[in-house]
């Protein structure tokens, strides 16, 4: 009877034991829930080329400025009739609710020859002061095009033809996820916050 009462005592030990290991090792904490709606990953990912910008302060800003921290960006332009107008605003919704990650907008320019620093910076200051415009040359400007594929064309009026693409970089400066024709500032924080989580596991 004895001897039966030790076994079971260890192997209770040996549970409790196991048991507490396990709290120790392996992660319980509940995952969030993946909702994400809009937002494409890139599988691989596509790394940005070294390339140099000028922002709206005209202060120089290079690809290797991107690491260390989340960004978000568009390719517009200031004339834009619809498309950048609605972008932005949707952006002033949008950027507030990610300032725990924290995470930068930036502008980049498809009309260098109009798009100048100073231009820029009047014009996002009509949305937000911590919007990042940039601008460059443009053979590094159509560089960008290139890497990114997005579609712009100009019209025999000045006016150009883009599409509406939100593109979210990590860290590291690479590409990890575009956002096609965004128009639902709680779907895009919503996709954004889960990508930057999904990444933190």
Known sequence: MRKKTTLVAVALSLALGYGIWREMHWDFSPKPTQTVQQI???????????LNFVNQNGQLMTTQDLKGKWHLFFMGYSNCPDVCPLLLSHMQTVMPQLSEQPVD????????????????????????????????????????????????????????????????????????????????????????QQLIAQSLR
């Not at 000045?158 to 979210?168: C, E, I, N, P, R």
């Open 105 to 192: 907008f930036m502008f980049v320019t498809a009309d260098p020859k109009r798009d100048t620093p100073e231009v820029l910076r009047q014009y996002l200051q009509g949305y937000d002061k911590q919007f990042i415009g940039l601008t460059s040359d443009e053979t590094t400007i159509q560089s960008l095009i290139q890497t990114l594929g997005v579609f712009v064309t100009t019209n025999e009026d000045g006016t150009l033809d883009h599409q509406g693409v939100l593109f979210m970089v990590n860290p590291e400066a690479q590409i990890v996820a575009l956002l096609n024709q965004p128009n639902d500032p709680v779907v895009i924080v919503n996709d954004v």
């Open 40 to 50: 494409t990953e890139l599988f691989p990912t596509k790394v940005l080329p070294e």
